[in-house]
Protein backbone atom coordinates (compact mmCIF):
# COMPACT_ATOMS: atom_id res chain seq x y z
CA UNK A 1 0.00 0.00 0.00
CA UNK A 2 2.34 2.56 0.84
CA UNK A 3 3.95 1.90 -2.55
CA UNK A 4 0.74 2.63 -4.21
CA UNK A 5 0.16 5.83 -2.59
CA UNK A 6 3.66 7.15 -3.62
CA UNK A 7 2.84 6.27 -7.13
CA UNK A 8 -0.50 7.86 -7.00
CA UNK A 9 1.51 10.82 -5.44
CA UNK A 10 3.69 11.01 -7.91
CA UNK A 11 1.12 10.46 -11.06
CA UNK A 12 -0.80 13.40 -8.73
CA UNK A 13 2.38 15.73 -9.06
CA UNK A 14 3.03 15.17 -12.60
CA UNK A 15 -0.50 15.81 -13.71
CA UNK A 16 -0.16 19.30 -12.06
CA UNK A 17 3.28 20.07 -13.48
CA UNK A 18 1.64 19.52 -17.15
CA UNK A 19 -1.66 21.60 -16.08
CA UNK A 20 0.95 24.46 -14.51
CA UNK A 21 2.99 24.37 -18.11
CA UNK A 22 -0.27 23.87 -20.40
CA UNK A 23 -1.45 27.09 -18.92
CA UNK A 24 1.92 28.99 -18.93
CA UNK A 25 2.06 27.89 -22.42
CA UNK A 26 -1.69 29.65 -23.11
CA UNK A 27 -0.88 32.79 -21.75
CA UNK A 28 2.18 32.89 -23.66
CA UNK A 29 0.32 32.35 -26.85
CA UNK A 30 -3.38 34.19 -25.84
CA UNK A 31 -1.88 37.25 -25.56
CA UNK A 32 -3.51 40.61 -27.39
CA UNK A 33 -3.34 44.18 -28.34
CA UNK A 34 -5.40 46.95 -26.05
CA UNK A 35 -9.09 47.24 -26.66
CA UNK A 36 -8.03 50.93 -27.49
CA UNK A 37 -5.43 50.05 -30.17
CA UNK A 38 -8.16 47.70 -31.68
CA UNK A 39 -10.78 50.63 -31.64
CA UNK A 40 -8.33 52.57 -33.97
CA UNK A 41 -7.86 49.58 -36.15
CA UNK A 42 -11.36 49.31 -36.87
CA UNK A 43 -11.73 53.11 -37.38
CA UNK A 44 -8.79 52.81 -39.94
CA UNK A 45 -11.05 50.09 -41.79
CA UNK A 46 -14.30 52.19 -41.86
CA UNK A 47 -12.87 55.65 -42.82
CA UNK A 48 -10.89 53.75 -45.68
CA UNK A 49 -14.01 51.62 -47.21
CA UNK A 50 -12.26 48.67 -45.76
CA UNK A 51 -15.23 46.50 -47.33
CA UNK A 52 -13.89 47.04 -50.49
CA UNK A 53 -9.94 46.34 -49.95
CA UNK A 54 -7.93 44.18 -52.11
CA UNK A 55 -7.18 41.98 -49.35
CA UNK A 56 -9.11 42.41 -45.81
CA UNK A 57 -7.88 39.25 -44.09
CA UNK A 58 -8.84 38.20 -40.40
CA UNK A 59 -9.96 42.15 -40.28
CA UNK A 60 -12.86 42.64 -37.78
CA UNK A 61 -12.51 38.86 -36.47
CA UNK A 62 -12.75 38.17 -32.61
CA UNK A 63 -10.56 39.90 -29.69
CA UNK A 64 -7.01 38.36 -29.69
CA UNK A 65 -7.05 37.88 -33.28
CA UNK A 66 -5.90 41.59 -34.24
CA UNK A 67 -2.21 40.85 -34.75
CA UNK A 68 -3.21 38.22 -37.24
CA UNK A 69 -5.38 40.65 -40.01
CA UNK A 70 -4.11 41.59 -42.97
CA UNK A 71 -1.24 44.06 -42.57
CA UNK A 72 -0.88 44.36 -39.37
CA UNK A 73 2.14 44.02 -37.51
CA UNK A 74 2.43 43.63 -33.69
CA UNK A 75 5.39 43.94 -31.02
CA UNK A 76 5.54 43.08 -27.62
CA UNK A 77 4.94 45.84 -25.39
CA UNK A 78 7.11 47.40 -22.63
CA UNK A 79 5.32 46.17 -19.37
CA UNK A 80 5.69 48.05 -15.96
CA UNK A 81 6.08 45.58 -12.51
CA UNK A 82 2.55 47.49 -11.65
CA UNK A 83 1.22 46.10 -14.91
CA UNK A 84 2.96 42.91 -14.45
CA UNK A 85 0.92 42.32 -10.98
CA UNK A 86 -2.21 42.28 -12.26
CA UNK A 87 -3.69 38.38 -13.13
CA UNK A 88 -4.30 39.24 -16.71
CA UNK A 89 -1.35 41.30 -17.86
CA UNK A 90 -0.41 38.96 -20.64
CA UNK A 91 -3.74 39.61 -22.40
CA UNK A 92 -2.61 42.75 -23.63
CA UNK A 93 1.55 42.67 -23.60
CA UNK A 94 1.34 43.25 -27.29
CA UNK A 95 0.56 46.33 -29.91
CA UNK A 96 0.63 47.62 -33.04
CA UNK A 97 4.29 48.34 -34.52
CA UNK A 98 3.50 48.78 -38.02
CA UNK A 99 1.01 48.51 -41.00
CA UNK A 100 1.49 47.87 -44.32
CA UNK A 101 -1.59 48.62 -46.23
CA UNK A 102 0.27 49.42 -50.07
CA UNK A 103 -1.97 48.50 -52.70
CA UNK A 104 -4.90 47.52 -51.43
CA UNK A 105 -7.65 49.65 -52.28
CA UNK A 106 -7.79 52.30 -49.32
CA UNK A 107 -9.93 55.18 -50.24
CA UNK A 108 -11.37 58.39 -48.35
CA UNK A 109 -8.55 59.39 -45.67
CA UNK A 110 -6.54 57.81 -42.70
CA UNK A 111 -8.58 58.48 -39.64
CA UNK A 112 -7.27 60.88 -36.62
CA UNK A 113 -7.11 58.29 -34.13
CA UNK A 114 -4.70 56.12 -35.84
CA UNK A 115 -1.85 58.50 -34.81
CA UNK A 116 -2.57 57.34 -31.08
CA UNK A 117 -1.22 53.63 -32.04
CA UNK A 118 1.61 55.23 -30.10
CA UNK A 119 4.24 52.02 -30.56
CA UNK A 120 3.32 52.04 -34.23
CA UNK A 121 7.24 52.82 -36.34
CA UNK A 122 6.25 52.02 -39.39
CA UNK A 123 3.13 53.12 -41.73
CA UNK A 124 2.91 52.08 -45.22
CA UNK A 125 -0.43 53.13 -47.67
CA UNK A 126 1.47 54.15 -50.97
CA UNK A 127 -0.38 53.65 -53.95
CA UNK A 128 -3.99 53.49 -52.78
CA UNK A 129 -6.85 56.13 -53.30
CA UNK A 130 -6.61 58.56 -50.53
CA UNK A 131 -7.60 61.69 -51.14
CA UNK A 132 -6.64 63.55 -47.99
CA UNK A 133 -3.50 64.47 -46.20
CA UNK A 134 -2.13 62.32 -43.84
CA UNK A 135 -3.09 63.50 -40.02
CA UNK A 136 -0.73 66.24 -38.92
CA UNK A 137 0.18 64.39 -36.07
CA UNK A 138 1.16 61.25 -38.14
CA UNK A 139 3.75 63.81 -40.19
CA UNK A 140 5.18 65.22 -37.03
CA UNK A 141 5.83 61.78 -35.91
CA UNK A 142 7.65 61.30 -39.56
CA UNK A 143 9.34 64.61 -39.44
CA UNK A 144 10.62 63.79 -36.32
CA UNK A 145 12.58 60.69 -37.21
CA UNK A 146 9.95 58.65 -34.73
CA UNK A 147 7.64 57.43 -37.31
CA UNK A 148 8.60 55.86 -41.05
CA UNK A 149 5.92 56.81 -43.63
CA UNK A 150 5.61 55.59 -47.26
CA UNK A 151 3.19 57.20 -49.20
CA UNK A 152 2.16 59.48 -51.99
CA UNK A 153 4.10 63.08 -51.54
CA UNK A 154 0.55 64.87 -52.02
CA UNK A 155 -0.52 62.78 -48.57
CA UNK A 156 2.41 64.50 -47.22
CA UNK A 157 2.97 68.26 -48.01
CA UNK A 158 0.72 70.77 -49.69
CA UNK A 159 3.10 72.18 -52.20
CA UNK A 160 2.50 70.96 -55.91
CA UNK A 161 5.93 71.95 -57.54
CA UNK A 162 9.66 73.84 -56.33
CA UNK A 163 10.92 76.00 -59.15
CA UNK A 164 14.57 76.82 -58.28
CA UNK A 165 17.41 78.99 -60.43
CA UNK A 166 20.71 79.90 -60.29
CA UNK A 167 22.93 82.22 -61.78
CA UNK A 168 24.94 84.26 -62.75
CA UNK A 169 25.04 87.85 -64.55
CA UNK A 170 28.83 87.61 -65.91
CA UNK A 171 29.82 84.06 -66.10
CA UNK A 172 29.37 81.78 -68.36
CA UNK A 173 27.87 77.88 -67.58
CA UNK A 174 27.19 78.69 -64.33
CA UNK A 175 23.86 78.48 -63.88
CA UNK A 176 20.80 75.52 -63.32
CA UNK A 177 17.65 75.21 -62.87
CA UNK A 178 16.14 72.77 -60.86
CA UNK A 179 12.04 71.55 -61.06
CA UNK A 180 10.61 69.47 -57.89
CA UNK A 181 7.37 67.96 -58.38
CA UNK A 182 5.17 66.17 -56.15
CA UNK A 183 3.75 63.98 -58.64
CA UNK A 184 7.98 62.50 -58.31
CA UNK A 185 8.80 63.69 -61.40
CA UNK A 186 11.99 65.62 -61.38
CA UNK A 187 14.50 67.79 -64.34
CA UNK A 188 17.52 70.00 -64.26
CA UNK A 189 18.96 72.03 -66.44
CA UNK A 190 22.07 72.38 -66.45
CA UNK A 191 24.25 75.48 -69.03
CA UNK A 192 27.16 74.06 -69.90
CA UNK A 193 30.05 75.22 -71.94
CA UNK A 194 31.16 73.35 -75.12
CA UNK A 195 35.17 74.53 -75.58
CA UNK A 196 35.59 73.74 -78.73
CA UNK A 197 38.56 76.37 -78.64
CA UNK A 198 40.05 78.46 -76.36
CA UNK A 199 37.92 81.23 -77.74
CA UNK A 200 34.58 79.37 -77.86
CA UNK A 201 31.87 81.29 -76.19
CA UNK A 202 29.02 79.00 -77.47
CA UNK A 203 27.20 77.12 -74.59
CA UNK A 204 24.85 74.20 -74.81
CA UNK A 205 21.98 72.74 -71.74
CA UNK A 206 22.24 69.56 -69.91
CA UNK A 207 18.52 67.90 -69.41
CA UNK A 208 18.36 65.59 -66.17
CA UNK A 209 15.51 63.46 -65.66
CA UNK A 210 14.26 61.40 -62.81
CA UNK A 211 12.37 60.96 -60.13
CA UNK A 212 11.92 62.24 -56.10
CA UNK A 213 9.94 61.03 -53.29
CA UNK A 214 11.24 61.46 -49.82
CA UNK A 215 13.07 64.72 -50.47
CA UNK A 216 9.97 66.48 -51.70
CA UNK A 217 8.08 65.97 -48.78
CA UNK A 218 10.13 66.64 -46.63
CA UNK A 219 11.25 70.37 -48.72
CA UNK A 220 7.65 70.87 -48.81
CA UNK A 221 8.26 70.95 -44.86
CA UNK A 222 11.00 72.71 -44.81
CA UNK A 223 9.27 75.57 -46.74
CA UNK A 224 5.72 75.61 -44.53
CA UNK A 225 8.31 75.86 -41.21
CA UNK A 226 10.12 78.45 -42.49
CA UNK A 227 7.62 80.33 -43.41
CA UNK A 228 8.45 80.54 -47.34
CA UNK A 229 5.26 82.43 -48.84
CA UNK A 230 6.01 85.59 -45.94
CA UNK A 231 9.37 86.38 -47.25
CA UNK A 232 9.75 89.20 -49.40
CA UNK A 233 9.63 89.02 -53.24
CA UNK A 234 12.86 90.82 -53.76
CA UNK A 235 15.89 90.65 -51.85
CA UNK A 236 18.46 92.99 -53.05
CA UNK A 237 22.75 94.51 -52.51
CA UNK A 238 23.97 97.05 -54.33
CA UNK A 239 26.51 95.76 -56.23
CA UNK A 240 26.91 94.75 -59.76
CA UNK A 241 28.39 91.26 -61.42
CA UNK A 242 26.55 88.68 -58.69
CA UNK A 243 24.84 85.77 -58.49
CA UNK A 244 20.55 85.69 -58.48
CA UNK A 245 18.93 82.79 -57.20
CA UNK A 246 15.15 82.46 -57.64
CA UNK A 247 12.49 80.40 -56.49
CA UNK A 248 9.15 79.73 -57.18
CA UNK A 249 6.92 77.62 -55.01
CA UNK A 250 3.18 76.24 -55.91
CA UNK A 251 1.22 75.22 -52.70
CA UNK A 252 -2.64 74.56 -52.93
CA UNK A 253 -3.25 76.37 -56.38
CA UNK A 254 -1.33 79.27 -55.90
CA UNK A 255 2.10 80.71 -56.51
CA UNK A 256 5.24 82.62 -54.13
CA UNK A 257 8.27 83.81 -56.04
CA UNK A 258 11.52 85.27 -54.26
CA UNK A 259 14.53 86.41 -56.28
CA UNK A 260 17.67 86.57 -53.91
CA UNK A 261 20.53 88.78 -55.75
CA UNK A 262 23.75 88.76 -54.20
CA UNK A 263 22.49 86.74 -51.00
CA UNK A 264 21.07 89.57 -49.26
CA UNK A 265 17.98 87.36 -48.29
CA UNK A 266 17.64 86.57 -44.73
CA UNK A 267 19.54 82.73 -43.28
CA UNK A 268 15.96 80.95 -43.82
CA UNK A 269 16.14 81.62 -47.60
CA UNK A 270 19.97 80.40 -47.66
CA UNK A 271 18.96 77.38 -45.92
CA UNK A 272 16.05 76.65 -48.45
CA UNK A 273 17.94 77.31 -51.69
CA UNK A 274 20.67 74.89 -50.13
CA UNK A 275 18.41 71.93 -49.10
CA UNK A 276 16.50 72.24 -52.73
CA UNK A 277 20.00 72.18 -54.44
CA UNK A 278 21.28 69.54 -52.11
CA UNK A 279 18.08 67.24 -52.53
CA UNK A 280 18.28 67.70 -56.35
CA UNK A 281 22.06 66.53 -56.71
CA UNK A 282 21.01 62.91 -54.55
CA UNK A 283 18.49 61.94 -57.21
CA UNK A 284 19.20 59.17 -59.20
CA UNK A 285 18.72 60.69 -62.50
CA UNK A 286 17.60 58.00 -65.10
CA UNK A 287 17.59 59.84 -68.60
CA UNK A 288 20.23 62.50 -69.88
CA UNK A 289 20.17 64.58 -73.41
CA UNK A 290 21.20 67.70 -74.10
CA UNK A 291 19.21 70.67 -76.15
CA UNK A 292 20.30 73.99 -77.29
CA UNK A 293 19.22 76.26 -74.56
CA UNK A 294 18.06 75.84 -71.19
CA UNK A 295 14.93 77.12 -70.14
CA UNK A 296 14.78 80.42 -68.19
CA UNK A 297 13.10 80.89 -64.89
CA UNK A 298 11.92 84.20 -66.00
CA UNK A 299 10.45 82.49 -68.94
CA UNK A 300 7.62 81.23 -66.76
CA UNK A 301 6.93 77.40 -65.54
CA UNK A 302 8.43 74.37 -67.36
CA UNK A 303 5.77 71.75 -68.31
CA UNK A 304 6.01 67.94 -67.37
Given at each position: ??????M????F????????????S??????T??????E??????????G???????????P???E?????????????T??????????????????????????K??????????A????????????????????????????L?????????????????E??????????????????????????RC???????????C???????I???????W????????R????????V??????R??????????????????G?F????????????????D?????I??????????????
Amino acid sequence: MPNVCRMLALVFVLTSCGCASSQSSEKSWNRTIPSEEREILLKLYQATDGDHWKRRDGWGGPVGTECDWYGVRCSSKSVTEEQMAKPDWYKWSLSVFGLSLSENNLKGKIAEEVAHLADMEFLDVYKNHLTERLPNPLIQRWLSGHLSITAETSLLTDVSEIDFESSSSSVLCASHRIILRADESAVMFTERCRNASPNDRRTYCEVKKGRTIYEFAKLGWLLEQNDFNRLEPEYDRNVTDIGFERMRVSRNGKTSEVVNYGDAGPFRLWAIQRAVEGAAFDIDWDKTFIQPKCPRWTDGAVKP
